[in-house]
């Protein structure tokens, strides 16, 4: 009886090593798996380029690796939301990504489009991939974090009892958006042609074809997101937030020029100067006027007052709950990381 049990031990024990034998690892051309799901190599190196631009400096292999493994992370985090959104029935439609081509695409013309496309190493599958993606994304937060989040008017009494301070303004304010050129500034330019100036006069053509296209009727924010060069605010419209009035005397010329607007107005092509004593011109720019406001104490009834408490306090809470969320999410995802592996070994040998 004793041997009749070793035995059928022993043939669990062979059968369990048949099984592991044929659980083969993959291939070198994944480099991690969500829930199964295989992430290729080629996919993580074309983010990789991508994430690198026309920097001049080559990254030491040391500093590749970093970036390579923040990519992947990211694009792990992607695919367990993407998985998500998949099992509520959240992924976006064609209609949605097909809507979303139609506003990119309206600002240009179809070669300067496709120049854009090839600028950035992509094809239009490409680019309606990461839209469904993006797209997707958005409609998981919508129905699992921001349909849940509820701002009342007594939290925004409370809150505005709380900072009244804040919101009593001790000079005018602007809220300002620009186009802006650089000429030969090194910097990249971050707009949707990647398009850059290469000279001053290039520069100086570059933004009066702009303004010209601006008094044409084109829209300030396409034109922002399409042709301006200041990375920090082109995917925004070229939007630059509140500057009080004291920031704008600064630069007298650029004041003068600002305060004649009414609320939609946009200057003519002004000069951007180096800072310092010199005065050396960089670049070029156009402003426009969103709004103006006085100083003076914002009342609680005012609207401005109660949008941007509202705005504040949803804002705050969705970032909360979206971080608990995808927490959440990846706690209970099954992630096998095979490039981390990799570079673990390679660092033992």
Request: hydrophobic letters at 35%; a negative charge; glycine letters at 4%.
């Amino acid at each position: 009886m004793r041997l009749r049990v070793a035995f059928l031990i022993l043939a669990a024990g062979a059968s369990l090593a048949v099984v592991a034998g044929c659980h083969r690892s993959p291939t070198s051309d994944v480099v991690a798996t969500v829930n199964g799901k295989e992430i290729m190599r080629a996919e993580l190196d074309r983010n990789y380029k991508a994430s690198l631009g026309d920097a001049p400096q080559k990254p030491s292999p040391e500093e590749a690796n970093i970036r390579r493994l923040t990519i992947l992370d990211q694009m792990i985090q992607d695919e367990i939301r993407q998985q998500r959104a998949a099992k509520l029935n959240l992924a976006a439609s064609d209609e949605d990504v097909n809507a979303k081509i139609t506003d990119l695409h309206a600002p240009y013309t179809q070669e300067e489009f496709d120049n854009q496309l090839k600028q950035r190493d992509m094809t239009l599958d490409d680019l309606k991939r990461n839209i469904r993606r993006s797209l997707t994304q958005d409609k998981l937060i919508n129905k699992e974090i921001e349909s849940k989040v509820n701002v009342t008017d007594a939290e925004i009494s409370a809150y505005y009892a709380a900072h009244k301070a804040d919101f009593n303004l001790i000079e005018p304010r602007y809220q300002l958006a620009q186009i802006a050129v650089n000429g030969a500034s090194a910097q990249q330019p971050g707009n949707l042609q990647n398009s850059k100036a290469s000279s001053d006069a290039d520069a100086r053509k570059k933004i009066q074809i702009l303004h010209n296209r601006l008094e044409s009727g084109e829209d300030f924010s396409s034109l922002a997101i399409g042709s301006s060069e200041d990375a920090n605010t082109s995917s925004s419209g070229g939007d630059l937030g509140f500057v009080f009035e004291s920031q704008l005397k600064a630069d007298p010329q650029v004041y003068d020029a600002i305060s004649k607007l009414k609320p939609g107005q946009f200057t003519d092509v002004l000069p951007v100067y180096s800072p310092g004593a010199d005065r050396k011109i960089i670049g070029y720019a156009i402003y426009r006027l969103t709004s103006r406001e006085p100083a003076g104490q914002r009342e609680l009834n005012d609207p401005r007052v109660q949008q941007a408490i509202h705005t504040a306090l949803h804002n705050g809470r969705v970032q909360l709950l979206e971080k608990a969320y995808f927490e959440k999410l990846q706690n209970e995802a099954k992630i096998q990381n095979y490039l981390a592996d990799e570079i673990l070994k390679q660092g033992a040998q």
